[in-house]
T-cell receptor, first 111, second 116 residues
Framework: DQQVKQNSPSLSVQEGRISILNCDYTNSMFDYFLWYKKYPAEGPTFLISISSIKDKNEDGRFTVFLNKSAKHLSLHIVPSQPGDSAVYFCAGQGGSEKLVFGKGTKLTVNP | NAGVTQTPKFQVLKTGQSMTLQCAQDMNHNSMYWYRQDPGMGLRLIYYSASEGTTDKGEVPNGYNVSRLNKREFSLRLESAAPSQTSVYFC???WGQGRGPGNTIYFGEGSWLTVV
């Protein structure tokens, strides 16, 4: 049972445009969500998080939106830069659950 | 500022061999974790240690053992390696187990393990 789903394995966008990465979750107990970014041959690094008491959290070029009724969150990157090319993991946590990760979406930003 | 350091970075094992992955963190974190990442899969939790002296199973613990040697160090042992354990292993740490920015999980750079 996949509790966190990232249905798009890959996404390609042009430099300067918006990147939108999507994530769905099934566990109603999840009340905290994170995005991690991973470059090849490196460990994941924390990018941004959001609590279920909010529907938006912004940090520079990165904004995460949470739609609790749809059990959906998205990460917006504006404007996208070639250095943003990486695998992005969505993760959820809540109740007695440890952090649960999605399978990741590989973002490629083309110059 | 090392953060989370894990060794070795690369290892090739024969089926049935044993080995230990070492991990140390210098952030004075209480909680430590071992994850594995396989192609097309997310990060899956193998074992974790909420605090020094405690360890608990995660999502995929079979075939592994762990030791929380002290507050800094958390090792992962494969007693009899199998090809299904070919993976990238990540050690991680956090201040605590709770939710929120204060308990963000920080990862090491990974250990690539191949079992032939």
């Amino acid at each position: 049972d996949q509790q966190v789903k990232q249905n798009s394995p890959s996404l390609s966008v042009q430099e300067g445009r918006i990147s939108i990465l999507n994530c769905d979750y099934t566990n109603s107990m999840f009340d905290y969500f994170l995005w991690y970014k991973k470059y090849p041959a490196e460990g994941p690094t924390f990018l941004i998080s959001i609590s279920s008491i909010k529907d938006k959290n912004e940090d520079g070029r990165f904004t995460v939106f949470l739609n609790k009724s749809a059990k959906h969150l998205s990460l917006h990157i504006v404007p996208s830069q070639p250095g943003d090319s990486a695998v992005y993991f969505c993760a959820g946590q809540g109740g007695s659950e440890k952090l649960v990760f999605g399978k990741g979406t590989k973002l490629t930003v083309n110059p | 500022n090392a953060g989370v350091t894990q060794t070795p970075k690369f290892q090739v094992l024969k089926t049935g061999q044993s080995m230990t992955l070492q991990c140390a963190q210098d952030m004075n974190h209480n909680s430590m974790y071992w994850y594995r990442q396989d192609p097309g899969m997310g990060l899956r939790l193998i074992y974790y240690s909420a605090s020094e002296g405690t360890t608990d199973k995660g999502e995929v613990p079979n075939g592994y053992n762990v030791s929380r040697l002290n507050k800094r160090e958390f090792s992962l042992r494969l007693e009899s390696a199998a090809p299904s354990q070919t993976s990238v292993y990540f050690c991680a740490s956090s201040w605590g187990q709770g939710r929120g920015p204060g308990n963000t999980i920080y990862f090491g750079e990974g250990s690539w393990l191949t079992v032939v």
